[in-house]
């Protein structure tokens, strides 16, 4: 299979990661559900292995600590996990949204499922927008993602995209990631983590104001290089004697983004701005960063080693307006 992506769907223009099944707007759950290959079910079974030394046939036997976990349309395996684990299904990712658009005015614009059934995740423009100087349009959606092999937790954040070039970042307040994560031990409430995760103007509007603070702020190519540098120095464990080293590749590519190869650099928000750098970095990622395939490098810029970096360029950039 070309793509680890079971099937996906989107409405409106084709979404940053390219790949889906196109549907009209405002169409009903039940028709998202097909579309986005999210019509199936998690089913669980016992662990069950076989002792060849109880005769020529063997004796099957369970393993009562964990369960396998398939599909209910093709029974494909997905995992082995704890008993405790506590599935979330397909159909429940996108009924979290169904009270968002049927009475708050959110759309879904965007959903699928990415290795073969193991992740499942479903965005939603909540409506909310903002623009900078030069017409610099970012828009406000809520992403609901989860996992059945242990990767992630069910998890609901607050993202942005950037109109002009389909950037994506997820949505900081008062310097920490707008998300509320789920345990697979904990039975999942959609309504107590919409309650938690606050779907209201306040958080956008921090947000929003923080962007202006970075397109406000004129940087020299000194300032970007240097900063650059930390956001691609990866500081997570080296062995022992290594040298800790920025990844020289990956800052050239961001740096010639920034210089006016990335899609909106010449904007007056982004052109030598701190705002021009934090983009050039999740244009890299969203767009540039070598990936084995396209839904890989969608995996890693929403739940990956991209979003770190993406939200490594957020925080460094940010203490330039501190």
């Not at 396998?68 to 395996?77: E, G, I, M």
Request: charge should be positive.
């Amino acid at each position: 299979m070309s793509h680890l992506v079971e099937n996906m769907a989107y409405v409106g223009r084709t979404p940053w990661h390219g790949l889906g099944n196109q549907l009209a707007s405002q169409q009903p759950l039940e028709v998202w559900m097909r579309e986005a290959g999210m019509d199936w079910e998690i089913r669980e079974t016992p662990v069950r292995f076989i002792s060849s030394e109880a005769g020529a046939l063997g004796q099957i036997s369970s393993f009562p600590d964990q369960k396998v976990l398939f599909r209910s349309d093709n029974q494909a395996p997905l995992s082995v996990v704890s008993n405790r684990f506590k599935v979330v299904q397909p159909r429940e990712v996108l009924e979290f949204y169904r009270d968002l658009t049927e009475q708050s005015g959110f759309e879904l614009e965007t959903a699928g499922v990415l290795k073969g059934g193991r992740k499942l995740w479903a965005l939603a423009r909540t409506g909310q927008t903002g623009s900078l100087a030069g017409n610099d349009q970012t828009n406000g959606y809520v992403l609901l993602a989860t996992a059945c092999d242990g990767t992630l937790a069910t998890t609901a954040q607050f993202t942005s995209i950037r109109v002009v070039c389909n950037n994506t970042l997820a949505v900081a307040l008062n310097g920490n990631t707008h998300a509320v994560k789920v345990r697979h031990s904990t039975t999942f409430d959609p309504q107590a983590v919409k309650k938690q995760l606050g779907i209201s103007v306040s958080a956008w509007d921090d947000f929003m104001y923080r962007l202006k603070a970075l397109s406000e702020r004129r940087i020299t190519r000194k300032t970007a290089e240097k900063v650059m540098q930390t956001i691609f120095t990866d500081t997570g464990y080296q062995p022992p004697g290594m040298p800790v080293k920025a990844n020289e590749q990956a800052m050239k590519k961001a740096m010639a983004l920034y210089e006016g190869a990335g899609r909106g650099s010449e904007l007056a928000s982004a052109k030598n701005t701190a705002y021009g750098l934090l983009n050039a970095v999740t244009e890299f990622v969203d767009h540039e960063r070598r990936a084995r395939s396209t839904d890989n490098r969608l995996d890693s810029a929403w739940f990956g080693k991209g979003a770190q970096i993406k939200q490594r360029a957020l925080e460094q950039t940010s203490l330039l307006v501190a």
